[in-house]
C-alpha cells in the first residue's frame, strides 16, 4: 500500500506556471506508475498525464500538451507535475495516483489516490 500527498497548488494568473509535488510513502515507489488527475467543478476527474515506473514513459491530454510536463525522482518518492503557460481552464483540484500494475498510459484505472491540491488560475 502506498499513501499520496500531494502539494504545490494555489492562485496563479493566466500564463504563468506551478510546479506540483505528490509524496508517496509506503510500498517501494518505484513499483508503481504513477498519473496526475484533476477536477473542475461540476465535472467528471479527467486525465492530465501519466509517467512509467522508471520514468521513460509519459503520456499527456490533448488538453495540456506542450504546456505539462510529468516527471519523477524515484529516491525522493516524489513525482511532479510542472505546469506552465497556465490557463482559467487549468483551474481544477489536482490529484495525483498511483497503479500498481502495468503501464497504461491513459487509463483511470488506479489503486491509490491522494486528496488532491488547489489550483486556479484568474484571467
Known amino acids: 500500500q502506498v499513501q499520496l500527498v500531494e502539494s504545490g497548488g494555489g492562485l496563479v494568473q493566466a500564463g504563468g506556471s506551478l510546479r506540483l509535488s505528490c509524496a508517496a510513502s509506503g510500498r517501494t515507489f518505484s513499483t508503481y506508475a504513477m498519473g496526475w488527475f484533476r477536477q473542475a467543478p461540476g465535472k467528471e476527474r479527467e486525465f492530465v498525464a501519466s509517467?512509467?515506473?522508471?520514468?521513460?514513459?509519459?503520456a499527456y491530454a490533448d488538453s495540456v500538451k506542450g504546456r505539462f510536463t510529468i516527471s519523477r525522482d524515484n529516491a525522493k518518492n516524489t513525482v511532479y507535475l510542472q505546469m506552465n503557460s497556465l490557463k482559467p481552464e487549468d483551474t481544477a483540484v489536482y490529484y495525483c495516483a498511483a497503479r500498481d500494475g502495468p503501464y497504461a498510459p491513459k487509463t483511470s484505472n488506479y489503486d491509490y489516490w491522494g486528496q488532491g491540491t488547489q489550483v486556479t488560475v484568474s484571467s
Open positions: 509517467i512509467s515506473r522508471g520514468g521513460v514513459l509519459t
